[in-house]
């Protein structure tokens, strides 16, 4: 008998009627929820809660499209639903979001986004609270990539952001849309041969401390639009790599309170991404990444909240560095393996008259091509899964690593102690252990006294 539910009844018999004279009515029906929602906890709990059809109730609304121009005010109360009010967005912000996502409400934004997207120009009040919205429930499904792309919404996000580059409340919530799309490899590459990789950079350089968390959005969303290689082949293309460094040692010179350590990882999760190609690695070493990685990781080592840094610098360090098999008899190795001899000719004698500087371990990381464009890759949004990097070197097969057991005597010598083990030779399914009497086990010569062996009987 709440006054939500009371306003829900009167939209449902709303969109009952088809008559467009209601259209008061359903103004004020969605002024009065809004305000319950941005005023009341307890509204946004009974909206959500098991067994209401309160979500339900506003998607069928949206759906009519006879208040397509009133669709703003609904939106604004499933944002104002999901959207965190002091403390209780940590509690039950995400379950509500995936109430949202549960009730088909990822299809309903999409339909909307493409209704909005017809009027030219488009609202752009309507289209950052969209694209609000679909940034909250974005995470929560994971097949958001796909109904994006199916639906055709996948280029509206990237065109808004073309075409206002110069408006970051509008360009905000578009690029944290992008970054959820990006998660899906055929979206990336798709987005990638529109664009999107030479837009990102002109929004992260040159640098500037304005618009930080327009900056912040813009490198996650690049990092993952570089994981995919047609994506990374392109950047370094275009000498993006060394812009990349740039931009790095830009921020560590410029961060000396480290106010802004979020973005120099982001932007080292993009040189990461970006190095997990053979021609990243090798634009890398040519832009001087390694010292200029290793100097900034030396001046981050006394501050302990810039582990991160270090830490994916590190690893960035590590992945580029050239490999080399052992035994390495030169300067780059800190241990010396030295053979005991070595053939004057052969694979062996090769590798060591190979100049230091040579890469002597195979890299295929680019023989094949994007596998993401013949087959979809759904996967979470998660930086730490990327910082285990597969090193070829180390060898995973148990057999080959188990050491090999030679006898000390010859197996045919051995076969004199069999009957002593009949558990190892013999099958006692069959055995039949009432009737059947064991085999006597004559002693050996060399043992000092008979061995008696009870019967069935006696035991």
């Not at 040519?286 to 690893?315: F, H, W």
């Not at 300067?331 to 100049?355: C, D, E, R, T």
Request: aromatic content about 6%; charged content about 25%; proline content about 5%.
């Amino acid at each position: 008998n709440s006054r939500a539910i009371s306003l829900l009844s009167q939209l449902e018999k709303i969109n009952l009627d088809t008559v467009l004279g209601e259209s008061d009515s359903a103004r004020y029906v969605t002024s009065k929820l809004l305000h319950l929602v941005q005023s009341q906890e307890k509204t946004k709990k009974e909206m959500t809660s098991k067994g209401s059809t309160g979500i339900d109730v506003i998607l069928s609304t949206l759906e009519v499209k006879s208040f397509n121009l009133y669709g703003g005010g609904f939106i604004a109360v499933l944002h104002f639903i999901i959207t965190k009010h002091m403390y209780f967005y940590y509690i039950c912000g995400g379950r509500r979001a995936s109430v949202l996502v549960t009730k088909g409400g990822t299809h309903v934004l999409l339909q909307l986004l493409l209704t909005a997207n017809k009027s030219s120009p488009p609202n752009e009040e309507l289209m950052t609270l969209l694209h609000t919205l679909l940034a909250k429930i974005g995470p929560k499904d994971k097949k958001i990539g796909m109904k994006a792309r199916i639906n055709g919404a996948l280029n509206i996000s990237l065109n808004l952001v073309k075409h206002n580059l110069q408006n970051p409340r509008l360009i905000l919530p578009c690029l944290q849309v992008l970054r959820v799309y990006s998660t899906n490899s055929v979206n990336a590459v798709s987005l990638g041969k529109n664009g999107v990789v030479e837009l990102m950079f002109k929004i992260i350089g040159p640098f500037s401390k304005r618009n930080t968390s327009l900056i912040k959005v813009a490198l996650d969303t690049l990092a993952a639009l570089l994981k995919s290689k047609t994506n990374a082949r392109r950047a370094v293309d275009r000498g993006y790599v060394q812009v990349l460094l740039t931009i790095y040692v830009d921020w560590h010179r410029h961060d000396s309170r480290h106010r802004y350590m979020l973005i120099r990882k982001g932007v080292l999760q993009c040189i990461k991404s970006v190095t997990n190609i053979k021609l990243g690695r090798k634009a890398f070493i040519d832009a001087n990444g390694m010292k200029i990685l290793y100097n900034t990781s030396q001046e981050c080592l006394a501050v302990r909240t810039l582990d991160p840094l270090v830490n994916t610098s590190s690893l960035i360090m590590r992945k580029c560095f050239p490999k080399n098999r052992l035994p390495l008899p030169t300067i780059k190795s800190a241990f010396h393996f030295q053979l005991p001899v070595i053939p004057a000719s052969g694979p062996v004698a090769q590798l060591y008259n190979l100049p230091p500087d040579v890469d002597d371990v195979v890299d295929e990381s680019d023989d094949n091509d994007d596998a993401e464009t013949e087959s979809e890759i759904e996967t979470e949004n998660d930086d730490d899964k990327d910082q285990h990097f597969k090193n070829d070197d180390i060898e995973t097969d148990i057999d080959k690593l188990k050491p090999r057991q030679e006898l000390g005597r010859p197996i045919e010598e051995l076969k004199m102690y069999e009957r002593f083990f009949p558990e190892l030779s013999e099958n006692f399914q069959d055995w039949d252990l009432v009737s059947k009497e064991p085999t006597p086990i004559v002693p050996d010569a060399n043992l000092s006294g008979p061995i008696v062996v009870p019967t069935a009987s006696e035991e």
